[in-house]
């Protein structure tokens, strides 16, 4: 890129821009943040980012008064590269917010996908498929590669009318093609999070900011590809999870524990069990091809205010040296600093974590909280979702994708379904201690610590009705015993639900992870220990998915 050239990113206030500013920084590269309207006149060329939900993005535009000096910059023919929600304003109008207009700069409707036969949000790694035949100088992508994906919305592949002048490639997820990469003029805009797709992602982001790519008015059409014509490519995600907290030095470290008890044997000395820093081993399992890394922090921190929480720094430290999501748990909810100088509604806590690098964030017992308050208002003949809880509040700021909901649920055996007639009870092929035949999964809160009266069925709906996108499901009988994941417990929420669904809990050996995908077709499979410990590297867990028939992603090396 030539010195002169300024490098600008417009941010409207929406979620996790700082990992695009580490992705372009790591690519050696200067960006500079869009301040007012008068900058869009400085600006060679603009990437513009988005994330949650069209009308948030919309109204913040105009809020800024960054409408028209946005519409101006593109009819200028200056480049522009729109990412995710970045992407979808370009267009008329979306499902998502009826009543807001789009810019309008491509014909077509921003839809809802449909989650009759899948589980919505589109979220995992998928392909990018050209449609036409390549062009000389244009976006650094493959069909062989494999980008990230999270959305609920997004513009149907036709391949038809003024579609076929802008669209570059789609995508299939499930029964619908989507447009995943539009370029035409100088507009380039991916669907899908370049600065989240690895290797793979850095090389699109690479050529935008390296290159000119202008495609000319007069360049050939051609043939498109019809909808029918794109592959299905969507893999199953492989995620390592680090849960962390302070040792007895004070020291932040990735411990494991033992059905959730992270401390050595009185023999062994008792501390907390210490297998490495969180940073190091994030760096290390993105190197490995970790799909995800969630951070879970199982210390409070409650003497400290929240800006200097160590979690924080993490975030920020793991950003700038890896390039797949990163969700944080642990403390997602309404804090006060310790002195009270400072109340933190859990939608700020989530900001903070978003901002300093996160892209999204794991709920724990405020969600158990927020079920139980979900069904007693059904049950009064109140509204349920009136917009009080954490999971609405972040959803509607940031958009459905970025609220994940941990469960920890425990097996309670009854001997027939009548002896707990307020919950969900299943047939088990794992018979109870007396020899019952039924049980019931019971959710807990404080980390396992305090049963409550939820099944978690019943926690699964209401925190899908109230807007989480995806269930983080584990299982205190299963955590630490290398005894494989409770397909019994992983089905019944699969089944329950229409977010995605995360297995969690008991993985031993790399037969365990394909055998949950073909069990129950959960839609990611998560590790700790074993991964931590090297006892199963991720490459060999992908391998023997691979070998069974479950699509994985290959990791592109990191440029």
Known sequence: MPPAQQLYLLDYGAGNVRSLLNAVEHLGHTIRRIESAEDFAR????????????????????AKGFVEPLRAFIASGRPLMGICVGMQVLFEG???????????????????????????????????????????????????????FVHSYAVPYTGAGRQREFAHTATRYGDEAIVSALWQGSVFATQFHPEKSGGAGLLALRSFIEHDLRRRPDAPAGDVLAPADIRAALTTRVIACLDVRANDQGDLVVTKGDQYDVRESAAAGGDVRNLGR??????????????EIAFLNITSFRDLPFRDTPMLEVLRQASRRVFVPLTIGGGVRDIVDPDGAHAWPAVQVAGE???????????????????????????????????????????????????????????????????????????????????????????????????RDVDVRQLATACEALGAGEILLNCMDRDGTNAGYDAELIADVKAAVSIPVIASSGAGCVEHFSEVVERTGVDAVLAAGIFHRREVPIADVKRHMAERGIPTREAAPCL
């Open 353 to 451: 974590y978003f901002r300093s690098g996160a892209d999204k964030v794991s709920i724990g017992s405020d969600a158990v909280y927020a079920a139980e308050r979900y069904w007693q208002r059904r049950a009064d003949g109140a509204e349920p979702c009136d917009g009080s809880t954490a999971i609405e509040q972040i959803a509607a700021r940031y958009g459905r994708q970025a609220v994940v909901v941990s469960v920890d649920p425990r097996r309670v055996y009854v001997r027939a379904p009548d002896a707990a007639p307020t919950h969900h009870v299943i047939a088990t092929t794992i018979p109870g201690p007396g020899g019952e035949r039924f049980c019931w999964y019971q959710c807990t809160v404080r980390g396992g610590r305090e049963p």
């Open 43 to 62: 600006a060679d060329k603009i990437i513009f980012p988005g994330v949650g939900a069209f009308g948030y993005a919309m109204k913040a535009l105009r």
């Open 278 to 291: 969180p940073v190091d081993l994030a760096q290390r399992y993105f190197a490995e091809g970790a799909d």
């Open 94 to 148: 979306s499902d998502e917010s009826p009543l807001e207009p789009g810019l309008g700069v491509f014909e077509g409707r921003v839809r809802r996908f449909d989650s009759a036969a899948k589980a919505v949000p589109h979220m995992g790694w998928n392909a990018a498929q050209a449609v036409r035949p390549a062009l000389p100088q244009q976006p650094d992508l493959g069909d062989e590669r494999r980008y990230y």
